[in-house]
């Protein structure tokens, strides 16, 4: 928690003199910007459709969660590092005062809920699994990965 409270203490003071710009904001045109961030994420439940030569299948109601790396000054702030986290970035540039080309990435991490029930449709014909054959919302566990 002492962590978390220093970095957002120096985030906030960087952003203090951004603030005091006297210019005209809405005069962006020719301007760069950028940003970089970290971020958590919660997700619904979902339908997973797999489909390839010998299947083609649904999990539906599959229950996930992000993968958040556990705080550290050097996976978060040590530039080596710092695509290990969950992560958003982008760059742009203002081809007039309200429209901006950009490349950004949202880096995250879906992870399936392990051990969970949720219902299969479709079929699997991989010639000798034991995972073949057709299903119709049926009941099958997730496992651990």
């Not at 459709?49 to 996930?64: E, L």
């Not at 978060?76 to 540039?93: A, S």
């Amino acid at each position: 928690m002492k962590h978390t409270i220093v970095v957002i203490f120096l985030l906030s003071i960087g952003n203090m003199g951004f603030s005091q710009n006297a210019r005209n904001s809405n005069r962006r045109k020719g301007e760069f910007y950028f940003y970089w961030g970290w971020n958590r994420s919660l997700y619904g439940k979902s339908d997973i459709n797999f489909k390839g030569t010998d299947y083609d299948f649904t999990f539906s109601d599959v229950k996930a969660k992000d993968r958040q790396t556990p705080f550290s000054f050097k996976k978060y702030l040590n530039p080596t590092h710092m695509t290990i986290p969950q992560y958003n970035f982008r760059i742009g540039y203002y081809i007039k005062d309200h429209y901006s080309i950009s490349l950004g990435a949202d880096h995250m991490k879906y992870v399936v809920t392990p051990n969970q029930r949720v219902s299969i449709h479709g079929n699997i014909t991989q010639s000798g699994t034991i995972y073949d054959g057709n299903y119709n919302n049926n009941p099958i566990k997730t496992v651990a990965w």
